[in-house]
T-cell receptor
Framework: AQSVTQLGSHVSVSEGALVLLRCNYS??????LFWYVQYPNQGLQLLLK??????LVKGINGFEAEFKKSETSFHLTKPSAHMSDAAEYFC????????????FGKGTRLLVKP | DGGITQSPKYLFRKEGQNVTLSCEQN?????MYWYRQDPGQGLRLIYY???????QKGDIAEGYSVSREKKESFPLTVTSAQKNPTAFYLC????????????FGNGTRLTVT
């Protein structure tokens, strides 16, 4: 069965510091991987996705993530945090093929200190 | 602009009453989904529908019902059988292509007292 683990329910960084949010997955078939961001009382917005091809994926707002098959990881990074990055971030996996199953991690809340 | 509209944004009901949450999309997506979000628990799938007049139960369907009479609409009814209905409800849609992401509405916060 698929699963997604996000390490750390809360991550705190200083403005300008590196952001690293961790995501590990398990899947018996090649996965499709996604990162979403959620601001308070809003829906989820797609940051980036990995389907096939280049393992380093660039997304919106300066975020990027690298798919590492050997480590079953898809960590999200941003070189320099901005106050507006404070939000909750969700990693999700969708099984390959025509499967309709999306599995979400429990989320990581990013706090940005001035 | 295309998107998903959920209404209302906030909903208050008394225990024992059924309540219906609206979800409309103009993205021409075939698949639609309902998720429930509780603090610290991520998103849990309630129901999903791949085509009109067809839908499947997700992980936590008990106490909920849906219909899919039109491609654009996927309303969710929270029945009195749902033991703990207070939550944030998110509707989403996607195309059925391989690797397609979910597109989300802005959610409805339901409070039952």
């Amino acid at each position: 069965a698929q699963s997604v683990t996000q390490l750390g329910s809360h991550v705190s960084v200083s403005e300008g510091a590196l952001v690293l949010l961790r995501c590990n997955y398990s899947s018996s078939v090649p996965p499709y991987l996604f990162w979403y961001v959620q601001y308070p009382n809003q829906g989820l917005q797609l940051l980036l996705k990995y389907t096939t091809g280049a393992t380093l994926v660039k997304g919106i707002n300066g975020f990027e993530a690298e798919f590492k098959k050997s480590e079953t990881s898809f960590h999200l990074t941003k070189p320099s945090a901005h106050m507006s990055d404070a939000a909750e971030y969700f990693c999700a996996v969708r099984e390959g093929g025509q499967g309709f199953s999306f599995i979400f991690g429990k989320g990581t809340r990013l706090l940005v200190k001035p | 602009d295309g998107g998903i509209t959920q209404s209302p944004k906030y909903l208050f009901r008394k225990e024992g009453q059924n309540v219906t949450l609206s979800c409309e999309q103009n993205l021409n997506h075939d698949a639609m989904y309902w998720y429930r979000q509780d603090p610290g628990q991520g998103l849990r799938l309630i129901y999903y529908s791949q085509i009109v007049n067809d839908f499947q139960k997700g992980d936590i369907a008990e106490g909920y019902s849906v219909s899919r009479e039109k491609k654009e609409s996927f309303p969710l009814t929270v029945t009195s059988a749902q033991k703990n209905p207070t939550a944030f409800y998110l509707c989403a849609s996607s195309i059925t292509g391989v690797g397609s992401p979910l597109h989300f509405g802005n959610g409805t916060r339901l409070t039952v007292t």
